[in-house]
């Protein structure tokens, strides 16, 4: 069970992964929401703005992260490999990167983390199926395997030692829509941001999963079982839906990437 | 099977429990439905308003009952406890009271009841959870436990008498949402007045469950087996979110209340 | 697996049963996503438009379907008989009529059609039940019947053929609702279109099957099912609630078209 | 609502495709439990036993189908095509065919049928999933198409008219099983008359659905939503094993009969 | 959570109900498990034999109840009415009674009760439906509602008090089946005794929900979730059939007794 | 989709883990189904006896892993650790272990694997909860959640490259059971052949998943979606109850060992 108060404000939260697509964009909407917003990263974090602590730290070296989570209310944890890539790189950096956050957070007593998984983790599901948080998973690559690892993990910080985790099973965040498959993935900034702060703040969380997508009229994935976050999308790929069907016209039925929900990662590798 | 009509506007429409805090807001609502609208509870009712009836009856009493559904074409049964409180009053009320309503329905040809149910049929499952009509009961109390036995009465009257019951799972109604867990249970008066006619006139019902609440972002609840009731919520608890939470900025995790949806009720009572 | 792309805009599209109510609304809209509509029908189907090809042909005549789907990208198919008649009417349009088509695109390699099935394949559920796609099939007559063999014989067509079908269970698609059951079942024309448009540019289908209704308050049938269609509806029946209840303000609850999702149909027949 | 009751002896009991495979083992079976057993089929039904009446009749001939089910308390309605074949046989015998058996039964007041259904309205489930009779069906041609049409016009004859079906999904009925797919779906002559003298004989039926096999080690069926049957296999493939296995030691994994639960059925046809 | 050992012996095991049918049967049965075995009920209870303590005393007497427990491992709760009467009587012996007993259990610290339920809560579902412990209620009279009160009652005490119960859904315990319904219904003594046993010793419980019924081939209920009471039966109504069925070949499929689970109990009543 | 025949009986059949507890136990077993037996452990083999190969190999050596491949029908894959060890063992072992394994089998050809999983991927279910494989994974330690990453990597696998695998979450192979939990979870050794030899010959697995147990009349597993591989346990802890029970005729009720399934292993670690 939890020990320590979730607060709607922060002393200190922590954000791994500030230096990626993700991190830089969430960078400076997160400090809205703390006294002091903690980044880390093993590439450059560039100059630390007013109440920021730039950490750099590699998830694989233990040590380091347990000083990384020293004195940290909350962690959005981003870091990690987010493509499909050879195997010994996802292994460093998101299984055992993974386990050291989560071994750090129980030695500092840090009490809820903000897991950025991905929708990789049921790639294996065809675009004409809808799932939920409950289907079994089909991960679609040495990715999506690891990210799986990190959401069975967190379940067993929460059951063991009380440790709340929201998994993000982020679909895709960009400024807009690229392709047709992105009409139902999507996920604005903005909605990413409601998203974050919706998992780092409701009341009690425990062990949840929630798929990160804004409020398009497409979707393969059924948020019903997590409205306990209160996450309300006010976005939509509708709105970029008429220019990104424009520019692709027709699709490959054939191609595993049109076929499936995980799109160009379930063919991508295997790299030897 | 029933063998009355159900009309749109009643001739006359009965609500128990007409002075309490539900019962006094719809009061002047539910005029306007009705010829007549009749008026029963304990308590002082005041002056009647044209085209209201006043009749004072206990639950507990059965030939008052009886006498009080005469000439009734549909019920609103808000009366009885309606927290937690020492068994007996809630046996008297809660029980022996909705079991002389129902008997005194049959003996009548009253054909259709809107009951007043409660959230706390299923208190103790976790804010973390969302559940919907079909879960099976977890009551958080003996209020909670008395709804339950209003639920199960009402299936068999509809089962061997064709009674309809729609059963209003009712989470939070009040001007506005006073702390974190209403953000959940809150529904408006309007919306309350919008789900009590849905119930009303909604062509058939047999015996439904829905669960009251507004249009809130966050909720434990999932009302897809009610779509035939028609209720559609136009208020959110959204538009208070803010100032509950700036109110409440901070939550004990280790709180019952916190943990548990019926919140408080989880942890009320003992009374011996 | 499907080996011909979906566009987004035809070459050469058909619609059958272009003559009906359904079909004649449609003709005008459909023509904007195609360089060629090719319309059939055994009725009269008037006079060509511009890029329009009238095709009069009988479902039931083998070769005369063999070459309506020559040369054609998709069909949308509206013909057949479409309430309850007798056996023979419908064994011949709907059930021997539909076989023709399907084994037609699969001589022709037509790869995708949207199928009118209806919401009688389940019109024996009450009007209480909320149900989705994959509830048991209980169909209220004989039409139900042959739209229940049209998805079975669909479902087939794309496990061993691959030709995708998405299957419109539809309401009641008229300029409104004319009934206090249509409140639930009602389509507009600009929905249907959003629906048919939807189903025919989705970049996979397999077999889908989903019900054809606009967004009304009041609903028996859940889509979640289909949300990979994409179909998100703009209109809804409660636009015209008042006008409705007004004219119909009591119902017989003896009435299966009362209690029964089918309405009407239940009651229909049989004709010997 | 049925209006007979059913008996545990029958006065009359009619048997349709008396003279097919199943029919001549249930022949000598089925006598012991009725007075007359009235046998029907389309080829030679040789000679009459004591206390047998010889009707051939073709399914599809409307009024020798009424004269058929005069008299007669309860139906095992064998007859038809039973394996893949051109459409225009599979559309009269079993479909006209049992259009045509269940008006006359609806004529004759007769109040219960076994249907023999197939495992082939399934038959595209894979060999490495179990199903029950709720699974959405996935026919494996036209027979088990034509199948799919018998049980859903038998659901209607159950909600409509009160006339109880037990659709039995029946498996593979032989001396012994003859492949490594009859593993799984074998059942044995006594089992199969156990299972149609259950299904004419329990209390209520409704309308259910039950697989047809024999306590087999391995399966693909879940029968437990037909228990109220009170089938209770007696027999098992798993005598059969050893021999069966060695006689087919290995299978190609890329055939479709070896893939599918339909097994060969999966990749029968088209005929034209 | 429980805070006392299960053991496998107990020192003092409580019986209520035990001149009742079930009880007189278990009386000499449950010696062989405990040091003590403590008696109660409201009529004779003969001699106290070597081991026994008799205690007479009224379910609805709080201050009797709260004796009967002190000093108690264990309860094996069969008092109350067992059949449907007039409400007054159910409700002082079974929900009152009821009640009584689980504040004496947690004011005198008693940690595991066998509840005698009933199948009577679920009597409303049809003898062709099968059904689990997830199903939604459907009781078939006031008797059936009253233990569908001690059911949520005692998952309340499991919920906040952590009292164990096991709520044995019984169906028909009596020397052997007396008629067709109680083919499905019937328990053995000795499957009686089996699975009190079970109940009383399994490691685990929380609040387990099982149907008490022998291995009948012909049965509505389905124990899976309930396999980790370790219940096994050893008997059938099976080997009864024949003769019971002899008794009663006919059935008239009107009857409610015929067509419903609960049997006559759903006919029984109403009493004014 | 597999392109290699499955036998009955293989060329050469690979055994990992050779020298653990059940690797000595399978070893004699699982030549009789194989011309050649490869054996492979990182500890002594001992001598090869006629017809076995003896291959040391540590699992996280890559080249070493694809070397033990070659050639090979099929893999049963006990290697690895075994119990909750700190995690770099862990790591390496049944994580880079697996996944090497995986990887060999793909550049190798090999189509079948059985993998011996753990019900520790399930371990913080309670013991009065049944369970099947769809149900969301609570891995119990990091030796689960390495087993739960191997099911994962297993089933991508098959999605994307066709190799089958059954998952075999074996719960407590022993000579007999040997404490109250292992009453639930005990599987003969006879009873783990049956299970092998079924997952190495089933015709079609595709990713399974399976319990491993035996015949248990106390269980907490449900293998229903697992019929298809023909298992068919012969053995039960039953015979060896009494003696177990009598050994331990209490445990101590708020012990996570006694409290969830996964017994000691939920309070087993952290080891720093």
């Known amino acids: 069970m939890p020990a320590a108060a979730t607060p709607l404000r922060f002393s200190r939260l922590l954000m791994t992964g500030a230096a990626g697509g993700l991190g830089r964009e969430l960078r400076g909407r997160l400090k809205a929401y703390c006294d002091t917003l903690r980044l ?11 109440g920021e602590e730039l950490r750099p730290a590699r998830l694989e070296d233990r040590e380091a992260m347990l000083a990384l989570l020293e004195g940290v209310d909350a962690v959005v944890h981003l870091g990690g490999v987010s493509t499909e890539q050879p195997f010994d790189l996802i292994l460093q950096a998101n299984i055992v ?9 129980r030695k500092q007593g840090v009490k809820r983390i903000v897991f950025a998984s991905s929708n990789h983790v049921t790639g ?8 939920d948080a409950n289907a079994p998973l089909r991960p679609d690559g040495h990715y999506g395997i690891s990210k799986a690892y990190g959401e069975n993990l967190s379940r067993y910080y929460w059951d063991r030692f009380g440790i709340e985790t929201v998994c993000l099973r982020i679909g895709s965040s960009f400024p807009e829509p690229k392709d ?16 974050v702060m919706a998992s780092l703040t409701a009341p009690v969380v425990g062990h949840s999963i929630v798929y990160g997508m804004s ?22 790929s509708d709105t970029f ?3 990104v069907e424009a520019r692709h016209p ?9 076929i499936y929900q995980g799109g160009a990662f379930t063919r991508t590798g295997p790299f030897e």
Chains 1, 2, 3, 4, 5, 6 share one sequence.
């Open 180 to 195: 047709r498959r992105m009409l139902a993935t999507w996920m604005s900034y903005d909605d990413l941001e409601r998203l």
């Open 97 to 105: 990167g993974t386990y050291n956050l989560y071994e750090a957070a």
């Open 250 to 258: 027709t699709l490959d039925p054939s191609d595993p990437a049109v």
């Open 215 to 236: 409020d398009n009229a497409t979707s393969w994935w059924d948020n019903t079982l997590a409205r306990h976050i209160g996450y309300r999308p006010q976005d939509s």
């Open 241 to 243: 839906r008429a220019a």
């Open 40 to 50: 880390s990263d093993i590439t450059d974090l560039g100059t630390a703005a007013a």
């Open 124 to 131: 294996f599901y065809r675009q004409d199926e809808v799932i």
